[in-house]
């Protein structure tokens, strides 16, 4: 029986679907003004594991992940590269794809642009200043009332009060009060004409938290089952998005507007919070540089989703031995079945994983199962090791062959470019050893070894190669 801790109720509950068999699941996705970095690995990697096990204990999901194609951030690079809102979204979302499919994401059901659902965001803000939740400034921008909405803070537990005890002095004199949010920003002068949309309180664009709800209530209704993202969402994007959705449908659904909350941790390097300036920011290009994908998929899956993770390279090499161990352990079997049945494995790698999606432990089991691999031979060794593999794909791990991802060393994909020469080596020593000259035959598997090119020589006269 899968537990999720729903961050809504600060505690674990047994996770009962609105509608039997079916869950619907809504995740902040990116906003695609530049390359995904480290942290966005992680929530993609997350919540692609949590609809990948989702699917593997039978439910049928919808899975949404949005796109924030129009904000701020955008307009300004979009300006400074003299270049149209498009072309930039396009760019770094095609980016994002080759970035996601390479660390093993699968894609969403849907995958909204926030500017395709204007209209969507226009209706619900209708709504909200027809149910007294937001009203137009003399500015000319629509404001979501905050103290109207009376249960606002309990996601995040902040309370009104408190939140206005620690304002800031210098706020915009239109807001009725200083924790008001904008729900439509009106245009200005000198802004793109790309950015711009007709609405029934002037010419503007949609303000960013407006977004969510609009694509989530539009796919998923207005009551779904699970909405998630990271931790730096919780306040305020996920605490505004509750009061747009409910200040918008709950007196005609009488319904909450998400039953259960998931946030996925914050990502740290070496200790320190990371951030441009302090110059601990990676994207996901530069990391691969460096590291095979699946090793960085290892690497945040070997973490729980909603403990902080520490990035640094020393913890990836730790990552990449131990992908590197399993992989070693399928590498040692020939013709592994792919039939099962249910085993006392796999009885242990569903509790933990049902257990708010315990992937430490689910990892830990792997590794026993390594072990056991190591010391058994004949067909119990084979049916461990199919064990191993089909346990390890419901996280999205050991789908390669075992020797590519060997021979590639867990490293970045261009080590794989001197394959040809190591197979060259291989083939020396095999006539050297031919030709009776040892010496030679030892002087290259030396040689090799220097290299970090392990020799496996197997019966039959096959030598496989791994990286060290």
């Avoid at 390359?35 to 949590?50: L, S």
């Avoid at 204007?118 to 937001?134: C, G, K, S």
């Avoid at 390669?400 to 394959?419: E, I, V, W």
Wanted: glycine residues 6%; hydrophobic residues 40%; charged residues 25%.
């Amino acid at each position: 029986m899968l537990q999720i801790f729903n961050t809504l109720t600060r505690q674990k509950e047994i996770f009962t679907p609105i509608e039997p068999g079916k869950v619907k699941l809504y995740v902040c996705g990116m906003t695609v003004y530049d390359f995904c970095h480290i942290g966005h690995a992680r929530v993609m990697v997350v919540f692609d594991m949590v609809q990948r096990w989702l699917k593997a204990s039978g439910f049928e999901v919808t899975y949404v992940r949005n796109i924030t194609d129009i904000d701020d951030k955008i307009i300004k690079r979009a300006v400074e590269n003299k270049e149209t809102i498009k072309e930039l979204t396009q760019r770094f979302i095609d980016a994002m794809h080759v970035d996601a499919d390479a660390l093993g994401i699968e894609r969403p059901t849907y995958e909204p642009r926030a500017t395709e659902y204007v209209p969507q965001m226009q209706d619900i803000i209708t709504r909200l200043m027809n149910n007294n939740y937001a009203y137009q400034a003399d500015d000319g921008d629509v404001n979501f009332a905050v103290r109207n909405f009376k249960t606002y803070g309990r996601l995040s537990g902040k309370s009104l009060d408190g939140l206005r005890a620690g304002e800031r002095v210098a706020v915009a004199s239109s807001k009725q009060d200083p924790l008001d949010f904008v729900l439509w920003k009106s245009a200005k002068a000198d802004e793109p004409q790309d950015t711009k949309w007709q609405s029934p309180w002037g010419v503007g664009r949609p303000g960013w938290h407006i977004e969510c709800s609009a694509m989530s209530c539009e796919l998923l209704g207005h009551h779904f089952d699970i909405h998630g993202g990271g931790a730096d969402l919780q306040f305020p994007h996920h605490e505004n998005e509750i009061a747009q959705s409910e200040g918008a449908f709950s007196a005609e659904t009488g319904k909450p507007f998400v039953n259960t909350w998931m946030h996925n941790g914050f990502v740290r390097v070496n200790e320190e919070k990371m951030s441009k300036s302090l110059g601990n920011f990676f994207t996901i290009r530069e990391v691969l540089k460096e590291f095979d994908p699946e090793v960085v998929r290892f690497f945040i899956l070997k973490a729980h989703y909603r403990s902080p993770l520490n990035y640094s390279d020393a913890h990836l090499e730790e990552a990449k031995q131990g992908l590197t161990r399993l992989y070693n352990a399928l590498s040692s079997v020939q013709d592994i079945p792919n039939y099962g049945k249910q085993s006392e494995w796999r009885t242990r790698f569903v509790k933990v994983m049902n257990d708010d999606f315990n992937t430490p432990e689910a990892v830990a089991i792997l590794f026993e199962l390594v072990n056991e691999i190591n010391k058994a031979d004949g067909d119990v060794k084979r049916d461990l090791a199919r064990e191993l593999k089909q346990l390890a794909k419901l996280l999205g791990l050991l789908e390669r062959d075992p020797q590519a991802f060997l021979q590639a060393g867990g490293g970045s994909s261009a080590q794989a470019n001197d394959a040809q020469a190591i197979e060259a080596a291989i083939q020396a020593r095999a006539d050297a050893k031919q030709a009776k000259d040892f010496a030679k035959a030892d002087q290259i598997r030396q040689d090799l070894l220097a290299q970090g090119i392990v020799l496996e020589d197997k019966p039959g006269g096959v030598t496989l190669w791994r990286r060290a």
